[in-house]
C-alpha cells in the first residue's frame, strides 16, 4: 500500500519521477478495447458486464504499464440507475429522457436505491482489486452533481449547458432537488466503490467551467465539498481527486475549499501558474493536451519535459488536461510515458 506511487504523490510527497496515468486510458484508441466493445455489444453492456468491464481497465495496464488503473464505467449510470433512460448513439453520444418539472423529478428513485443497477460496477471494482499489479493504484469515480444534471436536463450533451442553466433560472427550488439528490446518489455510490475496493475515487466536473461567480460557489464548490465531507467521515484514509474543468482561476483555493487531496487541472491552465497557485496546497494532476496524443513528435516531448519540470517542486501526478481521443495514436502515449520516466 504504502509504496504505490499515486497515494505516495496523494499523501503530499514530491517524488523524483511523477506517477503517471490517462483520462480515458481505457478507449477507442486502442484495438484491444474496439475488440472487447465490439464482444459487449454496446457501451452500456460493456459497463454493466463485469468481466468485460474489468478486461477493458487491465487492457492499458498490460500495454502501458501506467500506475493506475480508473474503473471502466461512465459517469452517466448514476441518472440511469435513478430511473432515466439512457442509451448512447454512435457517433453522437448519450440520450437521456429528461428532468424539466417537478413530476419528472418525482419519478426518480431515492439515492439509497441505486444499488439495484449498480451492482455489476461494484463487482468490477472486486475482480480489479484482486488482479491488478500490486504496484497498480484502482481509482474509483463519479460525474459531480452539475455535470450529470446537464445531461439529466437537456437529455444529451449539450455545448454551452443552455438547458441546466435556463432551469437554474427558471426553478431553483427544482434545480437544487436535482443536484441534491445527485449528491446524495453520488456519495452512496462512491463509499459502495469504496468497500469495493476502490482506492483513490475521483469526482469529474467536466462542465464546471460554465458556471460563474456565485454559481460556481453554489454548484461545483459546494456539492463537492458535501461529498468529500461524507466520504472523508466513513473512509479517512481515502484520497479524493477534484477536477473542476476549466474552472480556470477558480482552480486557487479548490482544495482547500472542498477538502480534495489533488486537483486535477485541465490544459487552459498554465502550468507555471498552477504550480505556485494550485500546487501550494497539495498535490496536482495534469496537464498535457490531449491533441499531442494525435500529433506526437518533438512538440509532445518538450510540453511533456515542461510541464514535469514546472510541477517539479510539489506533489504531481502526470496526465493529460481531458481524456485521450478515439484519433490517438497509441505510440503517441509510449512517447508520452518514456518521456516522463526518462526525464531528469
Ligand atoms: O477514463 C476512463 O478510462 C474511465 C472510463 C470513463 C468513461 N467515461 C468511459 C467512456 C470515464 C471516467 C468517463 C467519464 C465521462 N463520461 C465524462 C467526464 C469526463 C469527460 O470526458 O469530460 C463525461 C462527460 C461522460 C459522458 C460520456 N460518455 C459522453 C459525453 C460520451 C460520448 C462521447 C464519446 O467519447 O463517445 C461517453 C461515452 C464513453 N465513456 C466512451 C468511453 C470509453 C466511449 C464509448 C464507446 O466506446 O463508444
Not at 216 to 230: C, M, Q, S, T, V
Request: glycine share 8%; charged share 20%; with cysteine.
Amino acid at each position: 500500500m504504502a509504496n504505490k506511487l499515486i497515494l505516495r504523490a496523494l499523501e503530499g510527497e514530491t517524488l523524483p519521477v511523477p506517477p503517471i496515468w490517462m483520462m480515458r486510458q481505457a478507449g477507442r484508441y486502442l484495438p484491444e478495447y474496439r475488440a472487447t466493445r465490439a464482444q459487449a455489444g454496446d457501451f452500456l453492456s460493456l459497463c454493466y458486464t463485469p468481466d468485460l468491464a474489468a478486461e477493458v481497465t487491465l487492457q492499458p495496464i498490460r500495454r502501458y504499464g501506467f500506475d493506475a488503473a480508473i474503473l471502466f464505467a461512465d459517469i452517466l449510470l448514476i441518472p440511469d440507475a435513478l430511473g432515466m433512460d439512457l442509451w448512447f448513439v454512435t457517433g453522437e453520444g448519450p440520450r437521456l429522457s429528461t428532468i424539466t418539472s417537478e413530476s419528472d423529478f418525482n419519478t426518480l428513485k431515492p439515492a439509497d436505491a441505486i444499488h439495484d443497477k449498480l451492482a455489476p460496477v461494484y463487482e468490477t471494482v472486486r475482480i480489479l482489486s484482486r488482479e491488478l499489479p500490486e504496484e497498480t493504484t484502482l481509482i474509483g469515480f463519479a460525474g459531480a452533481p452539475w455535470t450529470v444534471a446537464t445531461y439529466m436536463i437537456a437529455g444529451r450533451g449539450t455545448p454551452d449547458q443552455g438547458p441546466a442553466h435556463a432551469l437554474k433560472a427558471e426553478n431553483r427550488a427544482l434545480f437544487q432537488a436535482v443536484i441534491d439528490r445527485l449528491t446524495e446518489a453520488t456519495i452512496t455510490y462512491l463509499s459502495a466503490q469504496i468497500d469495493a475496493g476502490a482506492e483513490v475515487v475521483k469526482i469529474f466536473d467536466s462542465w464546471a467551467g460554465s458556471l460563474k461567480g456565485q454559481d460556481f460557489d453554489d454548484f461545483a464548490l459546494e456539492p463537492a465539498k458535501r461529498i468529500i465531507a461524507a466520504l472523508k467521515q466513513k473512509h479517512p484514509d481515502i484520497p479524493v481527486i477534484a477536477f473542476p474543468r476549466e474552472a480556470g482561476e477558480r482552480y486557487e483555493g479548490f482544495a482547500k475549499a472542498t477538502g480534495a487531496d489533488c486537483v486535477a487541472l485541465d490544459n487552459s491552465v498554465d502550468a507555471a501558474w498552477a504550480a505556485v497557485h494550485v500546487q501550494k496546497d497539495g498535490c496536482v494532476q495534469g496537464n498535457l493536451a490531449s491533441s499531442h496524443m494525435v500529433t506526437g513528435g518533438q512538440a509532445l516531448v518538450d510540453e511533456t519535459r515542461r510541464i514535469v519540470d514546472a510541477f517539479s517542486k510539489g506533489p504531481h501526478i502526470f496526465n493529460l488536461g481531458h481524456g485521450i481521443t478515439p484519433d490517438a495514436d497509441p505510440e503517441n502515449v509510449q512517447l508520452m510515458i518514456d518521456t516522463v520516466r526518462s526525464h531528469r
